[in-house]
């Protein structure tokens, strides 16, 4: 499977990449609508940026206590119903005099949501494609985030021209029940992978067990901190340049959706580990720019090729998949996910909450220098092969 024809012609391929992008595009509109409704209310810079990625904490309680239900749930079922659930939530926040206070309480429900659909998705992508495809089928997917991504804020843009921040949030909320709409319809039915009940107690033994091994520590860590403290650094867009931050954003997703493009469908599969290092500082290193606040051009230069980084998660999320045996990926993936999310919402918060004392600027190259940083004292640990460290086929205790 060589090609992104070969994936579209696995059975249920499809519907899968069809939900993941109007899900995506729904969460990237309601995003955009979130930020400016935010800023404009309040005009502060940390709040503006909690509102776009503060749900991410939310999702740290899925990844410790409902995680497993990402192995033990059937995957149709489940996505659908995930999707529905963001759809209605999105359109609670359309509502006419909704309070600050109450608009995060609500963000914090969707991103619980939010968690679980991760894990669920990707566990269901472990089932329908060869081991060597993963690759290629998740750098499809990650492209489809980068295509829909520049099509949602260029949607939102005009949305919240036409229309107001409430209006194009309801647009948000039409385009998640549209995603579980294709969930329900286009995927046919499979069994959950691992036997068992859902419950707090089967999501923390295996996640003991997944962050006992230290090659996988590693490879979690690598995937969530550089970046989660880059994704700070676009939570301060709408602060550092109001005018031009939905072109920012989509700059962003073209850089992602060209490096997802070249590493799962023209780097050859021999050069992935040699290119992993240097992709992984490509993600920060352009950000330290916004040290001599730069033009807007030079701005978008540097947002668009420091985006190319995030195709390293590519080989990391191989190497995870590599490390954990079958009927844990889910969860796995699903951990990986939702606390990558989490360090999002944590870089969100740390950059705005030092933009709100210094300056977006300043901010954002603070927070690309300390991605740089735990980046090179990560490096020593992802050195080695990972079929040598740990074998995938251990059992892992349920």
């Given at each position: 499977?060589?090609?992104?024809?070969?994936?579209?012609?696995?059975?249920?391929?499809?519907?899968?990449f069809?939900?993941?992008?109007?899900?995506?595009?729904?969460?990237?509109?309601?995003?955009l609508?979130?930020?400016?409704?935010?800023?404009?209310?309040?005009?502060?810079?940390?709040?503006?940026?909690?509102s776009?990625?503060?749900?991410?904490?939310?999702q740290?309680?899925?990844?410790?206590?409902?995680?497993?239900?990402?192995?033990?749930?059937?995957?149709?079922?489940?996505?659908?119903?995930?999707?529905?659930?963001?759809?209605?939530?999105?359109?609670?926040?359309?509502?006419?005099?909704?309070p600050?206070?109450?608009?995060?309480?609500?963000?914090l429900?969707?991103?619980?949501?939010?968690?679980?659909?991760?894990?669920?998705?990707?566990?269901?992508?472990?089932?329908?494609?060869?081991?060597?495809?993963y690759?290629?089928?998740?750098?499809?997917?990650?492209?489809?985030?980068?295509?829909?991504?520049?099509c949602?804020?260029?949607l939102?843009?005009?949305?919240?021209?036409?229309?107001?921040?409430?209006?194009?949030?309801?647009?948000?909320?039409?385009?998640?029940?549209?995603?579980?709409?294709?969930?329900?319809?286009?995927?046919?039915?499979?069994?959950?992978?691992?036997?068992?009940?859902?419950?707090?107690a089967?999501?923390?033994?295996?996640?003991?067990?997944?962050?006992?091994?230290?090659?996988?520590?590693?490879?979690?860590?690598?995937?969530?901190?550089?970046?989660?403290?880059?994704?700070?650094?676009e939570?301060?867009?709408?602060?550092?340049?109001?005018?031009?931050?939905?072109?920012?954003?989509?700059?962003?997703?073209?850089?992602?959706?060209?490096?997802?493009?070249?590493?799962?469908?023209?780097?050859?599969?021999?050069?992935?580990e040699?290119?992993a290092?240097?992709?992984?500082?490509?993600?920060?290193?352009?950000?330290l720019v916004?040290?001599?606040?730069?033009a807007?051009?030079?701005?978008?230069?540097?947002?668009?090729v420091a985006?190319?980084?995030?195709?390293a998660?590519?080989?990391?999320?191989?190497?995870l998949?590599a490390?954990?045996?079958?009927?844990?990926?889910?969860q796995?993936?699903?951990?990986?996910?939702?606390?990558?999310?989490?360090?999002?919402?944590?870089?969100?918060a740390?950059a705005?909450?030092?933009?709100?004392h210094?300056?977006p600027?300043?901010?954002?190259s603070v927070?690309?220098?300390?991605?740089?940083?735990?980046?090179?004292?990560l490096?020593?640990?992802?050195?080695?092969?990972?079929?040598?460290?740990?074998?995938?086929?251990?059992p892992?205790?349920?």
């Open positions: 499977m060589r090609t992104y024809g070969d994936l579209f012609r696995v059975p249920q391929f499809a519907p899968l069809a939900s993941s992008a109007a899900q995506t595009m729904g969460t990237t509109v309601s995003g609508a979130l930020g400016t409704l935010v800023y404009a209310a309040t005009g502060s810079p940390l709040l503006s940026a909690l776009m990625f503060g749900s991410s904490f939310a740290v309680v899925g990844a410790t206590a409902l995680m497993s239900a990402a192995d033990r749930l059937p995957p149709r079922a489940a996505l659908a119903v995930l999707a529905a659930a963001l759809g209605l939530g999105t359109a609670v926040l359309a509502l006419p005099g909704l600050v206070w109450a608009l995060f309480v609500v963000l429900g969707l991103g619980l949501v939010a968690s679980l659909g991760g894990g669920v998705r990707q566990g269901l992508l472990t089932e329908l494609l060869p081991e060597r495809a690759v290629l089928g998740r750098s499809v997917l990650n492209a489809s985030v980068g295509v829909t991504q520049i949602g804020f260029a939102g843009g005009l949305l919240l021209d036409a229309l107001s921040p409430r209006g194009t949030l309801l647009v948000a909320a039409a385009l998640d029940l549209a995603a579980a709409l294709i969930a329900c319809l286009g995927l046919g039915h499979r069994p959950p992978r691992a036997a068992g009940q859902p419950s707090v089967a999501t923390w033994r295996v996640n003991v067990r997944l962050w006992s091994s230290a090659p996988r520590r590693y490879v979690f860590l690598a995937l969530w901190v550089p970046n989660g403290l880059i994704v700070g650094c939570a301060l867009f709408v602060p550092y340049a109001p005018g031009h931050a939905a072109l920012l954003f989509a700059l962003a997703a073209a850089g992602m959706l060209a490096g997802d493009v070249l590493v799962g469908r023209v780097v050859p599969a021999r050069w992935r040699w290119l290092a240097p992709l992984r500082l490509l993600l920060a290193v352009p950000y916004f040290f001599l606040h730069p807007p051009v030079l701005a978008a230069v540097a947002v668009t985006s190319v980084g995030y195709a998660s590519l080989m990391l999320q191989e190497r998949v490390l954990t045996p079958p009927d844990a990926r889910g796995a993936l699903g951990l990986n996910s939702s606390a990558m999310m989490t360090m999002q919402g944590v870089g969100a740390l705005g909450a030092l933009a709100q210094t300056s600027a300043l901010a954002m927070m690309a220098a300390a991605s740089v940083l735990v980046t090179l004292c490096a020593p640990g992802l050195r080695s092969d990972p079929a040598r460290q740990e074998p995938a086929s251990e892992v205790a349920l």
